[in-house]
């Protein structure tokens, strides 16, 4: 049974159509990427599966068998589905030892051990502040530590289109493997194909839709192809 399908959903923003009959299917412990350019409904996919800002006005979200269409935010995060990377963790007043520790009430060998896994030392990160003195790489890095912690059933990472920085790139890759090792399914949003090369399968977003999936590959060369070339590049992001 796949932990979470996508089924013909559709909404209208502004009288625009955002996501338009869009499908899609998550296997448990996979890392599935989705990839897109600017303007293709990235962001609105992870809200609409995290119950953010939008209710469908069609089609169903299924997780574990349950249709989770109205469920709210704190109901599906407490079935286990969390968001990451839109906007960095950025808390003034919290170290990073406090906020990786919220997640799951862990003992500092395990706080140790998230930040380890993205590549931060622990003697360097655990006090600092998480705020504006940390990088942007660095904030997408904590926090992927604390979705690593929390340890849920599948975490939606969506990348912003500013990107990730090439220093954070292969320790946040390489913690996104991790976490499906550890039996977390991902489904990893991003218009990078760089990233998107972990995940054994990708399918490619388009107006709204999810026009081909298939191996890494195989999409990064079709969205070189048809995707960076396309009109839809100039539409505005939401």
């Known amino acids: 049974m796949n932990i979470l399908e996508l089924q013909e959903l559709k909404l209208t923003?502004?009288?625009?159509?955002?996501?338009?009959?869009?499908?899609?299917?998550v296997e448990p412990g996979e890392i599935h990427g989705v990839l897109g350019?600017?303007?293709?409904?990235?962001?609105?996919?992870?809200?609409?599966?995290?119950?953010?800002?939008y209710t469908p006005d069609a089609g169903k979200i299924i997780f574990e068998g349950k249709d989770i269409t109205t469920y709210t935010i704190s109901q599906r995060a407490q079935m286990g589905?969390?968001?990451?990377w839109q906007e960095p963790a950025r808390f003034e007043g919290l170290t990073i030892r406090e906020y990786l520790e919220i997640s799951r009430n862990l003992g500092l060998d395990e706080v140790e051990d998230c930040l380890?896994?993205?590549?931060?030392?622990?003697?360097?990160?655990?006090?600092?502040?998480?705020?504006?003195?940390?990088?942007?790489?660095?904030?997408k890095r904590v926090e992927?530590?604390?979705?690593?912690?929390?340890?849920?059933?599948i975490a939606v990472l969506d990348e912003p289109d500013s990107g990730i920085d090439i220093v954070s790139?292969?320790?946040?890759?390489?913690g996104i493997v991790e976490m499906s090792q550890q039996g977390t399914s991902v489904l990893l949003i991003t218009h990078n194909e760089t990233t998107v090369e972990i995940a054994p399968r990708v399918s490619v977003l388009c107006a709204g839709k999810i026009t081909?999936?298939?191996?890494?590959?195989?999409?990064?060369?079709?969205?070189?192809?048809?995707?960076?070339?396309?009109?839809?590049?100039n539409l505005p992001a939401y």
């Open 37 to 53: 350019v600017n303007g293709t409904g990235k962001t609105t996919l992870a809200y609409l599966i995290m119950g953010v800002n």
């Open 116 to 139: 380890l896994r993205v590549g931060l030392n622990p003697q360097q990160y655990l006090y600092r502040a998480v705020d504006v003195s940390l990088s942007g790489g660095e904030r």
């Open 212 to 233: 081909n999936t298939g191996e890494a590959k195989e999409m990064c060369q079709w969205f070189k192809q048809n995707c960076q070339v396309c009109d839809h590049i």
């Open 13 to 25: 923003f502004n009288g625009r159509s955002v996501i338009d009959g869009l499908s899609l299917a």
């Open 81 to 84: 589905i969390t968001l990451a």
């Open 144 to 153: 992927l530590a604390s979705v690593l912690a929390m340890k849920p059933k």
């Open 169 to 174: 790139l292969p320790y946040i890759m390489n």
